[in-house]
């Protein structure tokens, strides 16, 4: 089945940038996602992009998709205290949202 | 803004007994889901309802049922608890159409003991 990759861990100090990476298997993926949890919350939509994008910028989030190498990244500039949570990478294709995966989360730790 | 509410954000039980977990969203949302959220192994779908009385089982069902007699509200329904059903409990929704995002309500945190 499909399947969205992370790496668990990133620590950073603060004012630097983070950029957490995420692989995915599904190549009919339609848009791809980036969640946010703090401790003791639910997750938290931050971004997402669609398929066909190459990039798409918020303020100081910066979402790449390289679509050929099925890899999907969020880069947060100048990091601060607040941004440490789990950041999730999720995947869904085209079926009335039925099909949506989670990668395992990535811990990001902003050091002062 | 989307709401996602959750019956309880704590819950103790005990083993044995049988526990319902309430979700409910404002928004009119065709789908609706309920996950388990352990450490170290991500999130993990339980159930799944994509309408009124239907409804489709996910990664882990065994242990739990669910219902949906209301477009608004999903219940998780563990029978008879156990110890390792000792987790966080999240429910989401989102719309058949459309960019398909997942909203979230803020978790129950279930202890079993």
């Known amino acids: 089945g499909e399947d969205v990759e992370q790496s668990l861990f990133l620590s950073v100090r603060e004012g630097d940038s983070s950029v957490i990476n995420c692989t995915y298997t599904d190549s009919s993926s339609t848009y791809l996602y980036w969640y946010k949890q703090e401790p003791g919350a639910g997750l938290q939509l931050l971004t997402y992009?669609?398929?066909?994008?190459d990039m798409k910028q918020d303020q100081r989030l910066t979402v790449l998709l390289n679509k050929k190498d099925k890899h999907l990244s969020l880069r947060i500039a100048d990091t601060q205290t607040g941004d440490s949570a789990i950041y999730f990478c999720a995947e869904s294709g085209d079926n009335y949202g039925q099909n949506f995966v989670f990668g395992p989360g990535t811990r990001l730790s902003v050091l002062p | 803004d989307v709401k996602v509410t959750q019956s309880s954000r704590y819950l103790v039980k005990r083993t044995g007994e049988k526990v319902f977990l309430e979700c409910v969203q404002d928004?009119?949302?065709?789908?609706m889901f309920w996950y388990r959220q352990d450490p170290g192994l991500g999130l993990r779908l339980i159930y799944f309802?994509?309408?009124?009385?239907?409804?489709e089982k996910g990664d882990i069902p065994e242990g739990y049922s669910v219902s949906r007699e209301k477009k608004e509200r999903f219940s998780l329904i563990l029978e008879s608890a156990s110890t390792n059903q000792t987790s966080m409990y999240l429910c989401?929704?989102?719309?058949?159409?459309?960019?398909?995002?997942?909203?979230f309500g803020p978790g129950t945190r279930l202890t079993v003991t």
């Open positions: 309802s994509y309408d009124v009385k239907m409804k």
């Open positions: 992009i669609f398929s066909n994008m």
């Open positions: 928004m009119d949302h065709e789908n």
């Open positions: 989401a929704s989102s719309l058949h159409d459309g960019s398909y995002e997942q909203y």
